[in-house]
């Protein structure tokens, strides 16, 4: 017995509080009313049930027996909802692969027993945390995560619920990844449902996720992406960022940093929401944070999941590499990466590759940064080759490019052709812009010393150069920065955390507070004043005049009130607060302001469906064979002249079913072509000609032949929309009418 009790080791009795889980609890709760906003109170329930029960808690068993993790309850509860995914991702591939889709949840239970089977492996799963998060802290992280979700629900749900009721509120990218999903339910391998005879070479997990998550709790694809997938991927992306800012502030043995109360909260803020300072009235320059793209790019979402946890497993191989079975931990994550987000892996072999090159210039071992280098560069390897099928989706090597695509570089150019002298400015706001962002990052002292801190210098910055040197269509190029944003988020709070701990005084968070606000409010002061500049320059300086008056200001009430520390060191400090939370000022703004919602989210997108139309697709899945081919004359969201928009997704989306031709965006043949004449990919006709006017012909001029040449091509369902063309009234005699409703009518081949 006293063997084993050896072994097992002594029962933590922990240190947590009331308060600490009374903050836990406020944030479930707020999480709850902001799923039931938009989705059915049992859908809700089911899905709560399902990610808790489902996905993290046999991902806690894993997380704990094979890292042998428990720090606190933030980082279990995150990195076991992200290892859950992956385990769930794999499993359902693999059960998908022969047909065994609905019974992908049976992992769960086999996790689970392992779980308490054994007293070993008890005594080291359900154990308690080692140091509890202090309830200043806890509440600090439940209050900086419950504001980034709540400018998340404000800029996506409130804004595109209901899905598919109003043409005039929508945005295509959605419809397409339910395309994809509902093509992940059935398909192996996924297929572009809204084109038949096209491959599909994408970074399509995410939609393997969602399909084993509708398969599991039977939840419509609908309700899934649109209401409740998006919110638990978002809160544990930011309880990641926490866990990898106190990864470098509270050393495991030792006493946390002074500042680690408020920079790990900090850095969840300045990931979530800003990012980007924005001083000109009428233009964005560039939504770089996490909540820019987390719901309308689900995609991102789950990929930068899995770039912040393979960067927390990485810091800790890289600093110790004990135990050894962690790295079966980060194996596991980069397989699951390897298809959500083209991003991730390229810049964790970045990250790798820096503390490579720093060790063996400073002569220290490189054992650890050479296996992680090489397990990242061999899975994406693996990915070009077996996900994407050596598809670039357009991404070319085009230096500066970016600067060319983002708004900045219109607003200025002149004459025709490239303007080198409006690239060259819309290139230094940009990187100004960024940069202020995260200005922290200059003050982190002595980066090189620790691998931890060079893996995310190595990362952050291998982001931002993919960007800045490849094109790609609809500046995708810019998730690369956007992928390594938060590790820039984590590396400046870090850096401002040092600085501030130069003032040798425990109420350092209290300058950084005050900083903080006053660079909010300059920021908007500066933001007003700026309306009617049309040139760059003026508002840029209005800002940071407003920036260094708030470090000022707080630097000359810190030297009043007499406390520790230089008067340069406060107000550098007070600086780098006021400007990383300058740049959440039109995000903030956006939730109060039409005009300042616009610029910095858009206009709500258009092109969707009527209530009428979203019901008779709906008919269609619920009345057709899941192999049935359909054909529509929907194919554009916009026309004009001989120019068709054609990402049209919703069909396919709300069907589930295959059509033989609705748009043909976003296929690897669009990219292609776009790569090859430089068109734009979603503008570009129809590659074959022969079968859109097949297609047509059947709902333009019916008849016996054109019916029988759509028959010969395995049609059976013809999806004619009202909207979207003239229907010729004689189409009822070659067909049998099935479903009718005010904007569409179905109708099938005898």
């Known amino acids: 017995m006293w063997v084993k009790a050896r072994r097992r080791g002594p029962r933590e009795r922990g240190t947590g509080s009331i308060a600490g889980a009374a903050a836990a609890l406020s944030l479930l709760v707020f999480c709850l009313v902001l799923l039931t906003r938009h989705a059915p109170v049992f859908d809700v329930l089911k899905f709560t049930a399902f ?112 899905a598919y009721t109003d043409p005039n509120v929508s945005y295509s990218d959605m419809a397409f990844h339910q395309a994809l999903a509902a093509s992940a339910k059935a398909d192996v391998p996924i297929v572009p449902l809204w084109v038949a005879g096209e491959p599909m070479k994408y970074h399509t997990f995410f939609h393997q996720v969602s399909a084993a998550t509708s398969w599991g709790t039977g939840i419509d694809l609908t309700t899934l992406l649109y209401s409740l997938i998006w919110l638990p991927l978002a809160l544990a992306g930011f309880a990641l960022v926490f866990v990898l800012t106190q990864r470098f502030l509270v050393k495991p043995g030792g006493q946390p940093h002074p500042a680690a109360t408020w920079a790990g909260p900090l850095a969840v803020v300045v990931a979530g929401i800003g990012g980007t300072v924005q001083p000109l009235h009428d233009l964005a320059l ?147 812009a960024w ?52 590790f820039l988020a984590v590396l400046s709070c870090i850096g401002l955390a040092q600085l501030a701990g130069k003032l040798g005084d425990r109420r350092t968070g209290v300058l950084v507070g005050v900083a903080a606000g006053l660079g909010f409010l300059g920021c908007v002061l500066a933001r007003a004043a700026a309306d009617g500049f049309d040139d760059v320059k003026g508002p840029f300086a209005l800002t940071l005049g407003a920036l260094a008056i708030a470090a000022v200001v707080v630097a000359a009430g810190w030297r009043i009130a007499r406390r520790s520390g230089t008067v340069v060191t406060a107000f550098l400090a007070a600086l780098v607060a006021a400007c990383m939370i300058g740049a959440t000022t039109l995000p903030l703004a956006g939730l109060v302001s039409e005009q300042a919602s616009q610029i910095m989210y858009g206009k709500v997108g258009f092109g969707g469906p009527t209530e009428a139309e979203a019901d008779a697709a709906r008919w269609l899945k619920e009345n057709s064979g899941a192999d049935d081919l359909v054909a529509t004359n929907a194919h554009c969201i916009i026309k004009r002249q001989d120019v068709c928009d054609s990402r049209h997704f919703w069909i396919a989306a709300l069907s589930e079913r295959q059509l033989l031709v609705e748009g043909w965006a976003y296929t690897n043949r669009a990219n292609r072509i776009s790569v090859t004449t430089g068109k734009n990919p979603s503008l570009l006709p129809y590659w074959r000609e022969d079968i859109l006017a097949a297609n047509d012909a059947a709902f333009l001029a019916p008849s016996d032949f054109a019916i029988e ?42």
Request: charged share 15%; with cysteine; net charge positive.
């Open 51 to 162: 990610v808790a029960f489902g996905v993290t808690l046999p991902g806690l068993v894993l997380w704990r027996l094979i890292g042998n993790y428990r720090r606190n309850l933030p980082e279990d509860l995150a990195a076991s909802f992200a290892v859950g995914t992956a385990a769930q991702l794999i499993v359902y591939l693999a059960s998908a692969s022969v047909g065994l889709q609905r019974w992908s949840w049976v992992w769960v239970p086999v996790v689970l027993v392992i779980g308490v089977a054994d007293r070993d492996v008890r005594e080291r799963v359900w154990r308690r945390v080692e140091a509890p998060l202090a309830p200043l802290t806890a509440w600090l992280l439940a209050a900086a995560c419950g504001l980034v979700l709540f400018v998340m629900q404000r800029k996506g749900p409130d804004r595109f619920l209901p």
């Open 286 to 432: 560039g939504g770089i944070s996490m909540a820019s793209s987390a719901y309308l790019s689900p995609t991102q979402s789950l990929g930068m999941l899995y770039a912040l946890l393979i960067a927390v497993l990485a810091i800790d191989l890289l600093r110790n590499d004990r135990p050894r079975s962690r790295w079966v931990l980060l194996i596991l994550i980069g397989l699951a990466a390897s298809g959500s987000k083209a991003t991730v892996l390229p810049l964790a072999a970045c990250g790798f590759g820096l503390v490579f090159l720093v060790r063996l210039a400073t002569r220290r071992s490189t054992r650890t940064a050479v296996i992680g280098g090489l397990i990242a560069f061999l899975l994406f390897v693996g990915s070009v080759i077996a996900i994407f099928g050596g598809e670039s989706s357009g991404l070319q090597v085009k230096v500066a490019e970016l600067f060319v695509q983002l708004p900045p570089y219109a607003a200025i150019r002149h004459g025709v052709g490239i303007d080198r002298y409006a690239q060259l400015v819309s290139a230094a706001a940009t990187l100004l």
């Open 435 to 486: 940069g202020l962002a995260v200005v922290g990052v200059v003050f982190v002292r002595r980066f090189w010393r620790d691998p931890g801190t060079v893996y995310l210098v190595g990362a952050g910055v291998g982001g931002l150069v993919a960007a800045v040197l490849t094109s790609q269509p609809g500046i995708s190029q810019v998730y690369f920065y956007r992928t390594a944003f938060p």
């Open 709 to 750: 040449r759509l028959r010969r091509l395995g049609v059976r369902w013809l999806y004619a929309d009202h909207r979207a063309g003239e229907i010729a009234p004689t189409l009822k005699d070659y067909v049998r009418l099935r479903h009718a409703t005010l904007d569409a009518t179905i109708y099938e081949i005898r």
